[in-house]
């Protein structure tokens, strides 16, 4: 009996700050529980564009090459022994975490918040789980969801940059009737607007410091006003910094004509400036979202939250949010979404996906806002 011929398969592997190789790599069969799937379109995300440009995100620091990638959507091509849900030739979402399925917060429904998760393309855990950014990923068929025919690739790889702010709006309450700010317009911060119109808010305003950015989510909807901040030398003092907060904000609600703030506020910056902003630009009882990743220590105006009664909330990643993110992308709710994916570059030129990404314009000066990679 002649031995099985190994299959190679295409991998972008990234081994340190801008070393990025595609390689051959074996392809190996699903495992009891998975799915082997053809990877067909993968959304760069803001982590990914950290690892490539400084081989870290925070904390996580590169300890091994690593691929890449956790925004996706392929084909079924192969089942392992017990998968019953999925078929060969189904086309479906990657929803990237590996839950452990059996600790208090996996039991509570709260499987973002597991100790022992596992997230493909994260150098949290060693060794590393490897991203979507190759020909064929074997993963749990529990965390792999059917997708409608209605529903492409490219917008079912937007399922899992959707899922953040659907587990935000969630813990916002957000709803019909309320008023939106959105701090930052990258990918995230137009999900956000996006997901309040469809939900019905009764306004979506935008605020950010890139007016290329700020006139995209007005002249496509996502937003029905905007304010660019203006850019300052840097605050001497704490005290300079958070008085300065105060007033920039007020200047821009006066803009909005809504002085008393806004009901949800989703902060998409992370930067330090932007969350002070965001406190004041809460409506008395509203909630502030943290949803942008960026300072480790922040000053805060916790004085004028607390006199305020301003939740101010964490939202780390999802859970339980997939099935929503694709019955939402795929029904039209979500008003010119297909325009949040500015680029699309082949799986073999990657590395220029990522440069793309950091600068924010293309080579003939056009907005880079969401780049996709394509098999």
């Known amino acids: 009996m002649s031995p099985v011929a190994l299959q190679l398969q295409r991998a972008v592997v990234l081994y340190g700050p801008k070393d990025l190789r595609v390689e051959d790599r074996p392809s190996w069969p699903p495992q009891i529980n998975q799915a082997q799937v053809a990877v067909k379109s993968t959304g760069l995300c803001g982590s990914d564009l950290h690892y490539y440009l ?13 691929v890449l990638g956790h925004e996706s959507a392929g084909v079924i091509t192969a089942v392992g022994p017990g998968v019953k849900n999925l078929v060969p030739g189904q086309r479906v979402a990657i929803e990237a975490g590996i839950m452990c399925k059996e600790c208090n917060y996996c039991q509570a429904g709260r499987y973002n918040l597991c100790k022992d998760m596992r997230f493909a393309s994260s150098a949290k855990t060693f060794p590393h789980l490897d991203g979507t950014l190759q020909d064929r990923m074997n993963h749990p068929a529990h965390v792999i969801h059917p997708l409608p025919d209605n529903c492409s690739f490219e917008q079912a790889a937007l399922a899992e940059p959707l899922s953040v702010l659907i587990h935000a709006g969630r813990r916002a309450n957000l709803r019909s009737g309320l008023r939106v700010l959105v701090f930052g317009v990258g990918a995230i911060g137009v999900l956000a607007c ?14 950010d410091i890139n007016q290329a950015r700020l006139d995209f989510v007005k002249s496509h909807g996502f937003a029905s006003q905007t304010y660019c901040l203006p850019m300052t030398d840097k605050a001497k003092t704490t005290e300079e910094q958070l008085r300065r907060a105060k007033e920039n904000v007020s200047v821009a609600l006066h803009e909005f ?17 932007c969350i002070q902003m965001s406190i004041h630009a809460a409506v008395a009882g509203g909630k502030v979202m943290l949803v942008g990743m960026g300072a480790r220590n922040v000053m805060l105006p916790l004085s004028a939250a607390a006199l305020r009664e301003v939740d101010v909330q964490g939202s780390f990643r999802y859970a339980n949010t997939y099935p929503e993110a694709i019955k939402l992308l795929s029904s039209g709710k979500l008003r010119g979404i297909e325009k949040l994916i500015t680029h699309r570059i082949p799986l073999e030129d990657a590395a220029r996906g990522f440069e793309l990404l950091a600068r924010g314009k293309d080579e003939q000066g056009n907005l880079v806002i969401k780049v996709v990679i394509e098999a």
Do not use: H, K, W
Request: aromatic share 10%; glycine share 12%.
């Open 54 to 66: 400084e081989g870290r995100n925070g904390d996580f620091a590169l300890q091994e090459p690593l």
């Open 194 to 207: 996006a997901l309040s119109n469809a939900y019905g808010a009764s306004r979506v305003v935008a605020i």
């Open 257 to 273: 004509n809504e002085p008393e703030g806004f009901d949800i506020v989703f902060e998409c910056t992370g930067a330090e400036p």
